[in-house]
């Protein structure tokens, strides 16, 4: 058994549909009833495990083979002296036949099984082992009454494989269950068994299991085509990326221009391209859509002013990796008679970072869109960093659609503009043509503030300029999850600036 999110490595994630063939496959290679036998076991050991000093807990079970696993753990928590009750929302239907061996043997123990649906006096542990993943609809009735019952309760929870309420596959409620308060266990903790949801590390996954907990139950691990987990520790990734040789000099290591901070905004360009500097870009230069930048100075003395003038066929585009979008308002705007330098960057740019309001601007524009199609068959690399709503623009999709399947949404976005895709948010998602979906475990609410979007953008591409051959997928894998490992252990939200200097410590602690 491992606590998920602080291990390295990389894990795959299955969709429901994924779960449910590798729960037959295991079963049907093992004895009848070990593999419920097994998680009922591990269920209790976890609950030991993270309340040593629970005397009293309450295991609420529901109809399915989740309930079946929670009434496991229920009687070998009870055979070692605890108080456990037990409340059994079984309904009118027979349960499944591991489920009713499991109420079976729990009877037989001696265990007293009943309907209530409040916490005991004394609780101190509550078992949620109501829905796991035979989550199909919104819970109601009973189960909804158990879910608001076990919230109300005060008291830590454990929630047997999901929070019951929470879809495995989007990590949101079920649609019809948006508007319903409570719909969903607030857990403290999250025993995930046999396979990892893609719904416990993205949207409101996270904040509903609280620590994410695996254990495969003895069966070997497979491969899956839903996607992979990105957790922490990448540090060998990271190493290998930033090694540099000896003899080596600033031309080795690429160049950046950023171009983007309109008036009001400069901050963002600015942010984006120290973030390039820091991540270790040869050189970085900026152009600014602002004069202002001329009168107030660059911010960090090593940052190059580019030279006045159009981007044409003069510009030494393959020497380029460029941040475009970032604080630029509406100057990048293809309209005729302004001049915008967006159509001849997506006709010409090898390695394209497009941040902020440069996707929207191509969500305006039928032919900044058209262009951006095109790129990937043109031997362009693309990579899109849009938050949720930028998203929703270039989709045309609400953007609650959006956040109620991130991993669709990124998948829908590469697919229609044939490019690479981070989906940022909570779980940011990273998606491109051909190749598993990503999602990044590391990082959390400190991110949440003005600026921290704009030093992912750069430092991005400053990693990419450092290395053009490395396939743009896994490019954007490394630096989202280096751009979270530097908010680990930052307890407000982090100031962009000083998001950079994490990251450049993070870099220079490496190995």
């Not at 938050?387 to 929703?392: K, N, T, V, Y």
Request: hydrophobic letters at 45%; one cysteine or more; a neutral charge.
């Amino acid at each position: 058994m491992i606590e998920v999110l602080h291990q390295a490595g990389r894990f795959p994630l299955f969709s429901s549909e994924g779960c449910r063939a590798l729960e037959a496959a295991a079963l049907a290679r093992s004895p009848a009833r070990a593999l419920m036998a097994r998680a009922g076991l591990a269920v209790a050991r976890l609950a030991l495990a993270v309340a040593p000093h629970a005397r009293c807990i309450w295991i609420v079970c529901g109809p399915g083979n989740n309930g079946g696993d929670g009434l496991v753990a229920a009687r070998h928590l009870a055979g070692l002296g605890l108080e456990v009750h037990v409340s059994h929302l079984h309904g009118s239907k027979p349960l499944p036949d591991d489920a009713q061996w499991a109420w079976q043997t729990a009877t037989d123990a001696g265990l007293q099984i009943d309907h209530t649906l409040q916490a005991p006096d004394g609780c101190e542990l509550v078992i949620d082992a109501l829905l796991g993943l035979g989550l199909q609809r919104a819970p109601e009735g009973s189960l909804a009454q158990a879910i608001q019952a076990i919230n109300a309760s005060g008291v830590p929870v454990l929630s047997v494989d999901l929070p019951s309420g929470l879809h495995a596959d989007t990590g949101c409620p079920c649609p019809d269950a948006q508007a319903r308060p409570g719909a969903v266990v607030n857990a403290q903790h999250t025993l995930c068994l046999l396979s990892l949801k893609p719904g416990l590390f993205t949207g409101q996954g996270r904040d509903h299991a609280g620590r994410i907990w695996f254990d495969d139950l003895g069966v070997p691990a497979m491969d899956s085509n839903s996607g992979r987990l990105i957790a922490r520790g990448e540090r060998e990734r990271w190493q290998a990326l930033a090694r540099r040789a000896h003899v080596s000099h600033k031309g080795s290591y690429g160049q950046v221009l950023v171009i983007g901070g309109a008036a009001h905004m400069e901050g963002a360009a600015l942010l984006a391209a120290s973030s390039a500097l820091a991540a270790g870009a040869g050189k970085v230069h900026l152009k600014a859509l602002s004069g202002a930048l001329q009168a107030t100075g660059m911010g960090r003395l090593e940052l190059m002013r580019w030279p006045e003038g159009p981007l044409d066929g003069q510009t030494p585009w393959q020497d380029l990796t460029l941040v475009v979008g970032c604080g630029a308002g509406h100057g990048l705007d293809v309209t005729p008679g302004l001049g915008s330098p967006l159509p001849e960057i997506l006709r010409q740019a090898p390695r394209l970072v497009l941040d902020a309001d440069g996707l929207n601007t191509v969500s305006r524009s039928t032919m900044a869109q058209e262009l951006l199609h095109a790129r990937r068959s043109a031997g362009l690399q693309t990579l899109l960093t849009p938050h949720p709503l930028e998203a929703a623009r270039l989709l045309a999709w609400p953007v609650a659609q959006v956040q109620a399947d991130r991993l669709a949404a990124a998948r829908a976005l590469s697919s229609t503009l044939d490019c690479s895709v981070v989906l940022k948010g909570s779980g940011s998602v990273i998606a491109s043509p051909g190749e598993p979906v990503h999602v990044n475990g590391s990082g959390n609410a400190a991110l949440a503030g003005a600026g921290t979007g704009d030093v992912l953008a750069g430092w991005l591409a400053g990693l990419w300029a450092q290395a053009p051959a490395m396939p743009v997928h896994e490019l954007a894998t490394l630096g989202v999850a280096w751009h979270g490992e530097a908010a680990h252990g930052a307890q407000v939200p982090l100031r962009a600036a000083d998001l950079i200097e994490r990251m450049h410590t993070l870099q220079a602690s490496l190995p």
